[in-house]
């Protein structure tokens, strides 16, 4: 009889993709989440069916009973809300096994005999993720995978038997990416994030050095070898920030033709596959959900959420428009407290914003909640800005811009509830 996995906040980006590889590896699969979601839907439809809305002890006890529980795997945010949630009690009180995503996760690989290759930087992982994926579908070689959104060319999560790699975007968040040993990592640049578990600059670049450290091989800009202090050997590749061949990549975005440029080096290594030919493969790269994803005409979705990323949006939008419309939802108000000063200049040359209240996850209960109005307050150019909600007079004014031809960016990083879900009820065909 195969071993009965409940996964906690199934609806992640990052358990929902893990929960579909244990089915396909083999395990039996049930979870749980605190709301309904387009992720959990896509999981429905993929054919796990045992989720619960709701996380409390008797409905957890229900399903024991039904269903015996051998492994209880959670998020990170589940033990960082509440170290007293009622599943982790009803786990302990029932000698269930628990743990966090990686020690799943490092099991199936070792089981399966896989090579891991990990991405892993404060932004781009996704994108980076998923540009590999396409890379070496396109190659036709069997791979296993995660994906922290939807993509177009296959499941967010995907175990393949007889497969050599295993492709991961590797969080730092809670130091997540500490527990692997990856056959190959990719660094896709290293900024500064997650405050509250890295409380220094100094911490954030010591966890990537480590992170590094572990790993066989590396990919990784010349700019964060300076930037970070890396030791490098020959286990190095590094790439250069101005390369000349970055102009033959024809993806918008420079973000996305670094990201690519990068893949592209690594799938080199492992396969040997001439420049040229992962060059034109990648050219051809459909993109993915949530990451400059067109919902209509003139209105885009993207995921961004820190400072760099909101640049590398800016950037992207700016090469298709000068006309640009921001509507923002900021992630997380624990976050805020860290970057609110990032705001000075971040905005120059949106042509109007609209400021939604912070998506709220994982908060910090001592802090108070920064409202549209206090972080506009850091902006120089406050006068294009105005505070907003997700409401029937928004919908009216995002409709007026796309009627007059202005491109609208709606910059959402929080999954059920959010910005993002908002705008696809309001707008997408």
Known sequence: MSMHIYFSGIGGTAIGPLAMIARQAGYKVSGSDKQDSQYVKYLHSHGIDDIQIG???DQIADLHKRSPIDWYVYSSAVIIENPEAPEL????????????????LNKIITDKKLKLVAIAGTHGKTTTTAMTVWLMKRLNIPISYAVGAKISYGEMGQYTPGSEYFIYEADEFDRNFLAFQPYTSLITGIAYDHQEIFPTLGDYQ????QFLNASEHKV??????KSVNLATDDKYQILEDNEPLLSRIKLVGAVNRRNAWQVINAVHKLLKVPLDDLINHINHFPGLSRRFERIADNLYSDYAHTPEKIKGCLQMAFEVSQNVIVVYEPLTDRRQHYIKDTYKDLFIGVKKLYWVPSYLAREDPSQSVLSPTDLISHMDNKDIAEPAALNDSLALKVQGHITSGDLVVCITGGGGGSLDEWIRQQFEK
Do not use: G, M, N, P
């Open 55 to 57: 996380q409390s002890y």
């Open 220 to 225: 990784v800009w010349k700019s964060d070898v």
């Open 89 to 104: 009690k009803f786990c302990d009180d029932h000698k269930i096994k628990t743990s966090k995503r990686d020690e799943l």
């Open 206 to 209: 010591a966890a990537f050095r």
